[in-house]
């Protein structure tokens, strides 16, 4: 089965400090100083405006990395972040990261909402579990908990968050001079919620924005992680990188809402897009080995150790991978999809850490195109008209000059195959998704 090309690609902007490729921000179009600041992610979502990308996506890590010693980091908390964000832009969404591991319900239901309200219905809060004992030890914690544990915590969480969101009713606002009446009765309710683990009784203080409630998103390659997406998400991250598998994920997503009583359709699949574009296909793997040029063995290291769920110094770059420590690892669930493979590959013919790393498809577990705009053009389009995926979100190798050549080059390829919209449709998040318009009030997920 296939779908029509109008029916509506989606396409969201990892904010990323300098790129995806971690040795990036030592190139000339770089400033260093920009990436702990907003600037940098306010010139990148202008950018993407321009282009009319749906969404600009900030992820978040409540824990320092031994690796941002040699590259930078996201410093600021997604949702300061992308208020500034929201204050230079007009249209484009703003997807922030909180994770249920060590959040509180009502704050964190009151800052994702307060960025909906500023920003005219624009937001949408990506909720993900936190796994690692450093993460733990910052919030007052030993160890982290338990997976099962993390994922029982994060389903109340959730719905604690959309109970105080679902709490009030629809232009709430009276602001009746005569009579008094500021809030129009019946407006809110208390949120009521008591799970065993999380408990929230009191009324939500941020009033609704255009959009109803902001959106949920979440990455679950994990079956908790499954279960919980086709519980509560508006959108889905995944890690596909073949096409079939791609297909293949998206129809067991989609079954697995149907099961939860939802609308397939009222839940987006959006495969992760690593990009780098050239005028050639040559010129744009010269731009790939520069990047990897500029970046140390030490990052590389340190970023695979945190995907495997090992300290960075049980890697060596010339010996093989301990496998009598990975038999008990916990592997990144966004990595897991590929790793296991390159795992296998790596036992099987006694591979060093260095031929693993050759072997790695650019370090990332996404779809990837190195070469011109219509390459790029044609491998969105075969997965969009597939139904390997509703959209992507996208990697850029560096940014701004990948993004920019993606925005000048291969948006208006895809805009000229009638895959992808010439204009925002409407104003809010919700829209721009095409999904159907939020009822407040009726307590429901999607």
Do not use: C
Not at 114 to 126: E, T
Not at 183 to 203: D, K, M, S, T, Y
Not at 368 to 375: F, H, N, W
């Amino acid at each position: 089965m296939s779908r029509r090309p109008d029916e509506g690609l989606i396409l969201n902007l990892n904010l990323l400090p300098g790129g995806t490729a971690k040795g990036s921000w030592r190139l000339d179009e770089h400033d260093p100083s920009w990436f702990v600041t907003h600037h940098h992610y306010v010139e990148l979502a202008k950018i993407a405006e321009r282009g009319k990308l749906q969404a600009v996506f900030l992820a978040d890590t409540p824990a320092f990395d031994g690796a941002y010693w040699h590259h930078p980091w996201r410093a600021l908390t997604p949702f300061i972040a992308l208020t500034a964000v929201a204050g230079a832009t007009r249209r484009i969404g703003l997807i922030g990261t909180a994770s249920t591991s060590y959040n509180d319900p009502y704050n964190l239901a009151r800052q994702v909402s307060s960025l909906d309200l500023v920003s005219g219905g624009r937001a949408a809060w990506n909720y993900v579990v936190t796994a690692g004992d450093k993460a733990a030890r910052n919030f007052s914690a030993p160890n982290a908990l338990a997976k099962t544990d993390r994922y029982a915590r994060a389903n109340e969480f959730v719905d604690a968050v959309v109970a105080l969101w679902e709490a009030w009713e629809p232009d709430p606002i009276a602001g009746d001079r005569a009579s008094g009446d500021y809030l129009r009765p019946g407006a809110l309710r208390p949120a009521a919620f008591a799970g065993e683990r999380i408990q929230v009784a009191g009324e939500p203080l941020v009033p609704p924005s255009p959009q109803g409630r902001p959106l949920l998103v979440q990455a679950g390659a994990s079956e908790h992680g499954i279960v919980l997406a086709a519980r509560t998400a508006d959108a889905v991250y995944t890690h596909q990188t073949e096409l079939g598998d791609g297909v293949t994920y998206r129809n067991l997503l989609r079954s697995r809402a149907a099961d939860a009583g939802r609308d397939p359709d009222a839940m987006k699949v959006l495969p992760g897009f690593f990009v780098v574009i050239g005028d050639t296909e040559a010129a744009a793997r010269a731009r790939q080995r520069e990047l990897d040029e500029a970046t140390p063995d030490a990052t590389r290291v340190s970023f695979f150790a945190r995907q495997l769920g090992i300290p960075a110094d049980a890697l060596d770059m010339d010996r093989t991978l301990p496998f009598d420590l990975l038999a008990n690892a916990e592997i990144s669930r966004t990595a897991a999809s590929e790793l296991d493979g390159l795992l296998d590959r790596a036992a099987k013919d006694n591979l060093t850490l260095r031929e693993v790393f050759r072997l790695r498809r650019n370090g990332t577990q996404h779809v990837s195109v190195i070469g011109t705009p219509e390459q790029v053009a044609d491998t969105i389009t075969d997965w969009y008209l597939a139904e390997a995926a509703d959209g992507f979100n996208l990697h850029m190798a560096s940014s701004p000059s990948v993004l920019i050549d993606f925005v000048d080059h291969v948006v208006p390829l895809l805009q000229a195959r009638g895959v992808f919209h010439s204009d925002y449709q409407g104003s809010t998040l919700r829209q721009h998704y095409g999904l159907a318009p939020h009822r407040l009030g009726s307590g429901a997920l999607a």
